[in-house]
């Protein structure tokens, strides 16, 4: 019941704007409504958390420049939790290894902000085929994100 009314209401689709500018870098592969699982130990200012687990759905869209993960918890709405270019220098807080079965994101919270401590992981669970695997330029990167990226999937607000 819970898939039809995401389905139903939107929530996991690519948001309208989003779509037309993937589609304007040349979409490699999209899927939408992509079952995740966010686990997250740690503290960040407003939770504290040991072994929480809990489950959205999302987006992930490669294109011949970037890789982009969404979250959605509303219709029409997407929080992104990865976007990086295949060609930027591979360092940073996050890891993302894209697989045949989706795409895993391992956060050090701590090198996000000096506030946060702990570990944060996303996992998006979708069949990529090989063909499209052999047309990504790597499937190991490595990225900075801000401490807002953090704050969306922890389900924190935070206003800056």
């Given at each position: 019941m819970a898939i039809f009314l995401r389905r139903l209401f939107g929530i996991g689709k690519l948001p309208r704007d989003m779509r037309e500018q993937f589609d304007s870098e040349g979409i490699i592969y999209l899927a939408e409504y992509v079952a995740?699982?966010?686990?997250?130990?740690?503290?960040?200012?407003?939770?504290?958390?040991?072994?929480s687990f809990a489950s959205y759905v999302g987006s992930l869209v490669f294109t011949s420049?970037?890789?982009?993960a969404t979250l959605s918890s509303v219709p029409k709405v997407a929080g992104r939790t990865m976007d990086v270019r295949w060609s930027d220098p591979q360092q940073g807080s996050v890891t993302a290894e894209i697989s045949g079965r989706g795409v895993s994101l391992e956060v050090d919270v701590a090198a996000v902000d000096s506030q946060f401590s702990g570990q944060?992981?996303?996992?998006?669970k979708a069949d990529i085929p090989e063909d499209v695997l052999s047309r990504l330029p790597i499937r190991h990167l490595e990225f900075d994100v801000p401490p807002e990226y953090v704050y969306r999937a922890v389900e924190v607000p935070h206003n800056p």
């Open positions: 995740v699982s966010r686990r997250f130990s740690g503290k960040v200012p407003g939770l504290r958390a040991s072994g420049q970037r890789a982009v944060l992981s996303l996992t998006y």
